[in-house]
């Protein structure tokens, strides 16, 4: 029966694989697929891999922008150009997609007259050599909006599309040369400048938007050209510098400041600027994992959590409507005798007032009248004889009795006053107690809150795409994304890593991490917000800090006590065992 039960299973396999005659041919098979085929598929995958970094880059391009930077402290525009266009994304012999024409030859030298600041002298191969060349120059015409051949316009997008990704890999370059130079701290390791940073991140910007450095944010939005620009910024009314200063204004003035515009355009303008991000930036600096979060001591780990808000501009112009209508709004008209007397008898209030302070100084200043001599009074008494003195017994007896009253009422006051001090002593000692237990469960909420954070972060992979930017000379769809940190303005230093935000739909929070100063004191630093894709967006908040010395290392717990006595029991006990052996063997010894 168990025999009946068992199931057995089988491959069915081709009868000519089966087959003795074609065994040779299936062994010749097995063995290109797996000894050949296999191990070349592999080779060419981890060969085309190692050449690039995680982020698709290719490591000889991170080793080019490395040595460049290194030598270059202080990179302005040009030079960030010049070794931007050096990557070996570009060059046909490592890129596949990167090509060359023999007509360049004859066009880009064409473009370099035209454009005029490419220096060509210098000797400094790879950014000398004929692609970088190449991408420099289509570089320089799309930041100066020019007109290119159509042979030289697939080779420029081509190029504009690997900015932003090669772009980002100079500012990790940049950040992990200046942290580099921090921790070992020698004068022969030159660290790049803050302003290189600065820089880099802003050619992300100009790139995107087709705009050489010391444009005007407005030429970011259509039908607005050089002729029409020096309308806006020259106006004698209204004084518009940024996006910003245009977004305050009330409809009526905006309209009458882009007057020169059509109604069509105008519309088009005002929905280009609705659509453009406005970011509100809580900042709140605290230690976790610490009892008292609040205090930042010498040495600890300052934990700045920021949270970024997205808005549009059109939530701005809303909210301006709303406010100009409340201000437009007439308030319900009350009579005018009304007012009148209200004021009136407000004033009268106040003349009697002041009138009434005067009297009494006055009065105060008056002289009291001086009392009458003793011997007058004594023989005023003597002439009343008996009944005057019947009348003073009975004004005595009054007078004790009302003592006695005024000390039982004295007396009753203080029992209730000490009760009250009493009440009033429990009350401020359970005041403290409330506070302290509110303060540790706030703290404690604060570190769940965190740790979800986190494990939201490491379980949850968020999409990159944001929301679309507007560029009217880049070749794709770009995301928008944010550049977030802190940098010490005073002395030019770079405090915390760059975070690269790039899933900010609504709100993101963000936490940025940093060692607190050796010293104790008041230090002030700087939270900027950067953007990758638009011009005039950035944001700079203050960050103050307060640094206290740490606190001293504590020589006696509550815990180390429990433990030392646990120890001396112990003790106790191998004691006791010990004298109870050793008394063992005596008796031993005697039988």
């Known amino acids: 029966r168990s025999s009946d039960l068992a199931t057995s299973f089988g491959i069915a396999l081709p009868a000519w694989i089966v087959d003795q005659k074609n065994s040779m041919l299936v062994l010749l098979v097995y063995g290109l697929a797996f000894m050949v085929i296999l191990p070349v598929v592999v080779g060419s995958w981890w060969y085309k891999s190692i050449r690039y970094s995680g982020d698709q880059i290719l490591i000889r391009t991170t080793q080019i922008y490395t040595y460049f930077v290194y030598k270059t402290r202080n990179m302005d525009m040009k030079r960030l150009i010049m070794v931007l266009s050096g990557a070996s994304e570009f060059d046909p012999q490592y890129n596949k997609d990167a090509t060359s024409r023999p007509t360049d030859n004859i066009q880009i030298p064409q473009l370099i007259r035209e454009i005029?600041?490419?220096?060509?002298?210098?000797?400094?191969?790879?950014?000398?050599?004929?692609?970088?060349?190449?991408?420099?120059?289509?570089?320089?015409?799309?930041?100066?909006?020019?007109?290119?051949?159509?042979?030289?316009?697939?080779?420029?997008?081509?190029?504009?599309?690997?900015?932003?990704?090669?772009?980002?890999?100079?500012?990790?370059?940049?950040?992990?040369?200046?942290?580099?130079?921090?921790?070992?701290?020698?004068?022969?390791?030159?660290?790049?400048?803050?302003?290189?940073?600065?820089?880099?991140?802003?050619?992300?910007?100009?790139?995107?938007?087709?705009?050489?450095?010391?444009?005007?944010?407005?030429?970011?939005?259509?039908?607005?050209?050089?002729?029409?620009?020096?309308?806006?910024?020259?106006?004698k009314k209204y004084k518009v510098k940024s996006i910003q200063d245009l977004v305050s204004l009330k409809e009526s003035d905006r309209r009458n400041l882009l007057h020169f515009l059509e109604d069509e355009k105008y519309e088009e303008i005002m929905a280009v600027l609705g659509s453009f991000p406005h970011i509100i930036m809580e900042i709140k600096p605290q230690v976790l994992d610490d009892e008292d979060s609040n205090n930042i001591t010498v040495g600890s780990l300052v934990?700045?959590?920021?949270?970024?808000?997205r808005q549009t501009m059109a939530d701005v112009?809303?909210?301006?409507?709303?406010?100009?209508?409340?201000?437009?709004?007439?308030?319900?008209?009350?009579?005018?005798?009304?007012?009148?007397?209200?004021?009136?008898?407000?004033?009268?209030?106040?003349?009697?007032?002041?009138?009434?302070?005067?009297?009494?100084?006055?009065?105060?200043?008056?002289?009291?009248?001086?009392?009458?001599?003793?011997?007058?009074?004594?023989?005023?008494?003597?002439?009343?004889?008996?009944?005057?003195?019947?009348?003073?017994?009975?004004e005595e007896e009054d007078e004790l009795s009302d003592k006695a009253s005024d000390s039982d009422e004295e007396d009753t006051n203080r029992d209730s006053q000490s009760d009250k001090e009493d009440g009033s002593d429990k009350d401020s000692d359970r005041e403290p107690d409330e506070k302290h237990n509110k303060d540790d469960e706030a703290e404690w909420q604060e570190l769940q809150q965190s740790i979800q954070r986190k494990e939201r972060a490491l379980?949850?992979?968020?999409?990159?795409?944001?929301?679309?930017?507007?560029?009217?000379?880049f070749p794709e769809e770009k995301q928008e994304w944010w550049w977030i940190y802190i940098a010490d303005r005073k002395d030019q230093t770079l405090i915390s890593m760059p975070f690269h935000v790039c899933t900010l739909k609504e709100e993101e929070e963000v936490e940025l991490k940093f060692p607190a100063p050796?010293?104790?004191?008041?230090?002030?630093?700087?939270?900027?917000?950067?953007?990758?894709?638009?011009?005039?967006?950035?944001?700079?908040?203050?960050?103050?800090?307060?640094?206290?010395?740490?606190?001293?290392?504590?020589?006696?717990?509550?815990?180390?006590?429990?433990?030392?006595?646990g120890d001396e029991d112990q003790e106790d006990s191998e004691g006791f065992e010990e004298s109870y052996e050793e008394e063992e063997e005596e008796e031993d010894d005697e039988d």
Not at 179 to 205: D, H, I, T, V, Y
Not at 459 to 473: A, G
Not at 546 to 554: M, W
Request: proline share 7%; net charge positive; aromatic share 6%.
């Open 518 to 565: 050796s010293k104790p004191g008041n230090y002030q630093y700087t939270v900027f917000l950067r953007s990758d894709s638009y011009l005039g967006l950035d944001q700079i908040k203050p960050l103050k800090l307060e640094v206290h010395e740490a606190k001293p290392v504590p020589e006696n717990h509550p815990q180390w006590e429990t433990a030392i006595e």
């Open 116 to 235: 005029g600041s490419i220096n060509l002298k210098k000797n400094e191969p790879p950014l000398t050599c004929p692609y970088s060349l190449k991408a420099r120059v289509l570089l320089l015409a799309h930041l100066s909006r020019m007109k290119i051949p159509e042979t030289l316009e697939e080779d420029q997008q081509f190029i504009l599309k690997k900015c932003p990704a090669l772009l980002q890999e100079m500012v990790n370059v940049i950040c992990q040369l200046m942290f580099m130079a921090r921790s070992r701290e020698e004068r022969e390791f030159r660290a790049p400048s803050l302003g290189s940073l600065e820089n880099c991140m802003k050619l992300c910007q100009i790139t995107v938007q087709g705009l050489q450095q010391f444009k005007s944010p407005f030429l970011q939005l259509p039908h607005i050209e050089e002729d029409n620009l020096r309308r806006i910024s020259n106006h």
């Open 459 to 473: 379980l949850e992979t968020k999409s990159k795409i944001t929301h679309p930017v507007y560029s009217l000379y």
């Open 317 to 394: 112009f809303e909210k301006e409507q709303s406010t100009c209508a409340a201000e437009d709004q007439t308030p319900e008209e009350v009579p005018g005798d009304v007012s009148k007397i209200k004021s009136k008898s407000w004033q009268q209030k106040s003349k009697a007032a002041k009138k009434t302070s005067k009297s009494k100084k006055k009065k105060l200043l008056k002289k009291k009248p001086a009392p009458p001599p003793l011997q007058k009074q004594q023989k005023t008494k003597q002439a009343n004889g008996v009944a005057g003195n019947e009348i003073t017994v009975k």
């Open 303 to 309: 934990t700045v959590l920021i949270t970024l808000t």
